[in-house]
């Protein structure tokens, strides 16, 4: 969680390394997350990769419980299952109230965790200017509720919804019309395949969805106080959409998204070919 944070943020400590792609040119990568975690072991010990664990887990834990108390407060009332062909607008209807119903459960739980997410993000951040501004929960919260006010709790919380609410639609919809058009009934796997279908899609929806993420936490600390969310790591934002247009305008809407294979931010031909 830490490696990806930092390279999110754009912190590189290590040089890349030269290698070459699927078509044999060579290319720069960065460290994957292997090397960066032994960097920040022999920087910090094995503990420094669990900085911000602790609001991360308490963000987790009340946003289980929202999500489960928002259910049992507003429960969906059971539709008979649809899967035929001639009963498509039912089968959507079905869909559409089941997502909405979702999206409700997760706007909820996000606003509910969204401050710890942000305390834990800070903490993590902290690793880059070796700052210890955000050293517990408490003192956190204190802190941001002193220098920001509730505002402060909450900032980076809309990317974040946007994000949420465009992969709950397009995961559950591209899953229905593919199970309705694509899975014929008549075929012995349909049931197996359907199963996988809304699996498959999420991973696929998750990658189009990365930058609203990525945007969310940066805004998470940019312009805290902490060297790595001011200049010159990197700008002061005036919104998320301010962000946002930073990042496409470098061509970093995906940055930090992959783990292992992580091209750096320089044209190929930029260092010596054999």
Known sequence: LL???????????????????????KVLYLPGFFTYARHIVEVDGKRGLFR??????????????TRGSVKKAFPLEDMEHVSNKDDVKTSLRK?????????????????????????SMRCMVQFVGREVKYSGVFS???RIFKEEGILGFFVGLVPHILGDVIFLWCCNLLAHFINTYAVDDNFSQASVIRSYTKFVMGIAVSMLT??????????????????????PYAPTFASWIHCWRYLSAQGQLFRGSSLLFRRAPIPAASFPID
């Open 3 to 25: 490696t990806r944070f930092l390279s999110q943020v754009g912190h590189e400590p290590l040089p890349p390394t030269i290698g070459r792609n699927v078509l044999g040119r």
């Open 52 to 65: 911000g664990l602790t609001p991360r887990l308490i963000s987790s834990t009340l946003s289980t419980i």
């Open 95 to 119: 869909v559409v109230k089941e997502t909405s119903h979702e999206m409700m459960m997760q706007c909820v739980s996000r606003v509910v965790s969204h401050p710890l997410h942000v305390i």
């Open 140 to 142: 956190a919260i204190g």
């Open 210 to 231: 990365y930058p609203f993420l990525l945007v969310g936490d940066l805004m998470a600390v940019n312009n805290c106080g902490l060297r790595a969310g001011l200049p």
